[in-house]
C-alpha cells in the first residue's frame, strides 16, 4: 500500500506557511508539522498558481515514499529533500503533476 499524506490547518508565517500534517500507511499514522517557505514554493510554483497546501502535499508525499531514506521528524521543513537527495526536484515537480490530475 502506499502511503497516504494529508494536509490539514495551513498557518502563514512571515516566511512561508506551516501545516499539520499526516501520513498514513499499514503500520498507521504519523502526525507532522511541515513548514513551506516562500522560496521553496515559488521553486516549485514559480508562476503562483496552485496553493501552498498541493505544494505541500506534493513535498510530504516524497518523505512519505522515501521514509526508509529520510528520518520522518514530528517537524519537517519542505527544503530538506531538496538538500538531500538529488533527484527531490524533479520527483516533487512529478508529484505535482499527479496531484493536478
Not at 6 to 23: K, N
Not at 36 to 58: I, K, Q
Amino acid at each position: 500500500m502506499e502511503p497516504t499524506v494529508r494536509i490539514a490547518r495551513e498557518r502563514e508565517q512571515s516566511d512561508g506557511w506551516s501545516f499539520d500534517a499526516g501520513i498514513i500507511t499499514a503500520d498507521g499514522q504519523t502526525h507532522h508539522e511541515l513548514f513551506l517557505n516562500f522560496a521553496d514554493y515559488n521553486y516549485f510554483c514559480p508562476d503562483g498558481t496552485l496553493p501552498p497546501s498541493r505544494v505541500a502535499e506534493a513535498v510530504l508525499a516524497f518523505f512519505a515514499r522515501h521514509a526508509e531514506l529520510m528520518t520522518l521528524q514530528e517537524r519537517l521543513d519542505a527544503s530538506i529533500p531538496r538538500r538531500r537527495m538529488l533527484h527531490a526536484d524533479r520527483e516533487i515537480r512529478e508529484i505535482l503533476g499527479e496531484l493536478a490530475g
